[in-house]
């Protein structure tokens, strides 16, 4: 780990931040997925009753 000198904390927050950003936008994907495949799954199953 290179010395950050007086950028430590800066530094340490923005990789924190991305972070946190990037398990905001995968969990964002994910509900978003199973909520696709629940409403393709209704739609699927009214389909093929009707």
Do not use: C, H, N
Request: no cysteine.
């Amino acid at each position: 780990m290179p010395d950050l000198g007086a950028y430590a904390f800066e530094v340490a927050l923005a990789y924190a931040g991305s972070f946190v950003i990037l398990v905001a936008i995968i969990g964002s994907s994910v509900l978003q997925a199973l909520r696709s495949k629940r409403l393709l799954d209704e739609t699927e199953r009214r389909t093929f009753d009707a």
